[in-house]
């Protein structure tokens, strides 16, 4: 479904990302997991043309990203961001229906669409009216997902999308959103720092440092055979438990 190749950001002389290779899966969760800087979210951000490469090549459902044009792109991938990255001034009607209003479908089908989100979300009915200000984190993060999943994408991006939840809630949240079948066939590619995070969600791991991978694989891979010291550290860092 993702296809990345030889991808390299640099800014000013620093090579933020450097020839970064790896593919998705269509329905595969890839989450990026590494060290603050090593440049998880420039990765991310050039899928969806946010960020420009230096140089390299992304492509989504086979077709090179740089053929489309940056917001025509967007409204094909969902993008998901820490605390639902929701404006302050749309009620969550609005914001749940700003993509699927963008592609021109119908009232009721937004409204339709809408509602059977907010069910699976399991958000009451009566947050629609109301804006981000007055919903829970959690509410907003369930929110963000909604908008990002409106229009049905065959790719979901996320960065950091739990980060600004307590350690509760962030467990509940992210069980109870991975746990949707909706999700489960969708494309995700997930950036975090947080090594249970990964264990947790990944289908595979792409563990970073200084711009580059230093090993891709199943947790479980990175586990027994991890690639060197770094690895080792890393994934040993925290108390995890696979099946937690
Ligand atoms: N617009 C920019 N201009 C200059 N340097 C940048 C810019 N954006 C990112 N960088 C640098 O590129 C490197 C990678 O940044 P990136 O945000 O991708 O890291 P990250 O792995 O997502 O980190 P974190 O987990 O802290 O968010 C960092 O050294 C950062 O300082």
Not at 42 to 57: D, Q, V
Request: with cysteine.
């Amino acid at each position: 479904m993702i296809e990345i190749q030889k991808l390299t950001k640099r800014f000013a002389s620093h090579a933020a990302v450097d020839g970064v290779s790896l593919t998705v899966g269509q329905g595969e969760t890839l989450v990026l997991l590494g060290t603050s800087g090593c440049g998880k979210t420039t990765t991310l951000k050039m899928i969806n043309r946010l960020i420009e490469p230096t140089s390299g090549s992304i492509s989504v459902a086979g077709i090179d990203v740089q053929q489309q044009l940056g917001p025509e792109l967007r409204r094909q991938i969902g993008y998901v961001i820490q605390d639902g990255g929701l404006f302050p001034h749309y009620t969550i009607a609005e914001a749940i229906a700003t993509v699927p209003k963008l592609l021109g479908w119908e009232t009721k089908a937004i409204q339709q669409r809408t509602h059977e989100l907010i069910e699976k979300l399991q958000l009451p009915k009566t947050v629609l009216t109301r804006y981000p200000s007055e919903l829970s984190g959690g509410q907003r993060q369930r929110v963000g997902l909604a908008r990002a999943l409106a229009a049905k994408p065959p790719v979901v991006l996320m960065d950091e999308p739990f980060g600004a939840l307590d350690p509760f809630t962030r467990r509940h949240v992210r069980r109870e959103l991975f746990g949707l079948n909706e999700l489960k066939e969708t494309t995700v590619v997930l950036v975090t720092h947080d090594v249970s995070e990964a264990l947790e969600l990944a289908d595979r791991i792409a563990l970073m440092d200084r711009g580059r991978i230093v090993q891709i694989g199943p947790p479980s891979e990175l586990l027994k055979r991890p690639a060197n010291d770094f690895v080792r550290d890393f994934l040993d860092d925290k108390p995890h438990r696979l099946n937690d």
